[in-house]
């Protein structure tokens, strides 16, 4: 097997590195090495490595900033899943690719299957939404999994802007009124490459995020709870939960980011673990 791994150097993108690395050769590319905003570039790359597998890990991931730049969210979550579609049908080759659960509105009472209609409230969302849609439409084997709230030791993400705010502060406000499922990278990347070690794999799109649920104010009291625990803070701050209205964003979030992974766990046998046993698992880690 021999894998063109892309967004090498972002916070799913190392996981997979290591999670890939026991399948074959994997040709791992940060963004100095392949700009997904450079077609040309990409389709270069494509074809002089000739994969069998590409596995897209690379993405926009500035929500709010993508507001102001809608233009750079679809050049890289919408054009260049849909080159790497087109270029993975040519060679045969599978296509990975990850979305997010920011193609909803969140307006659903219960988690969101892979059959109800997406309606993004932000550029963002919408970029990823159309990423989706070209990879579907190419006619390449492919593989979509939608995942939520993805946190990892590398990167920028929500858990690690928590955690240096609690050394700062001795009190926060979080948004308590948003609900979806925390999604450690390393179980996303872990699960791919169980995924990809097996023969007859499906074609579609999967909901993938890790089980449970709980809001962004409780997901911040866990944090800090945990970190306490392991020594990573000398004290916790106190949380106070606050609702969306109170913390305007320029990029609108969905109230509901829970994801139905039903269907995944029915065609693969596999299921991510409760997002409390990813935390801890996460700040456990020597390397943190």
Known sequence: M??????????????????????GEVVACDRR???????????????????????????YTA????ETEPAVADAINALAPAILAEEAQRLGALLIHYSSDYVFDGSKATPYTEIDVPAPLSAYGRSKLAGERAIAASGARHLIFRTSWVYGLHGANFMKTMLRLGRERDELRV???QVGA???????????????????????LYHLAAAGETSWHG????????????????????????????YPLPAPRPANSRLDCARF????????????TGLIDCLADSRF
């Open 2 to 23: 021999k894998i063109l791994l892309t967004g090498a150097a972002g916070q799913l993108g190392r996981e997979l590195k290591r999670s890939l690395a026991s399948l």
């Open 63 to 66: 929500v709010d900033k993508a």
């Open 265 to 276: 766990q029915h065609d693969f046998d596999l299921a991510l673990p409760d997002w409390r």
């Open 182 to 204: 925390p999604t450690w990278t390393r179980h996303l990347a872990d699960v791919t490459a169980l995924i990809l070690a097996r023969r007859d794999l499906p074609n579609g």
């Open 175 to 177: 948004v308590g009124d």
């Open 219 to 246: 997901y911040a009291e866990a944090i800090f709870a945990e970190a306490l625990r392991v020594g990573l803070l000398e004290k916790s701050p106190v949380v106070h939960r606050i609702a969306s209205a109170d």
């Open 33 to 59: 090495q392949l700009d997904l905003a450079r077609p040309d570039a990409l389709r270069t790359a494509v074809r002089t490595s000739a994969p069998t597998v590409i596995v897209n890990a690379a993405a």
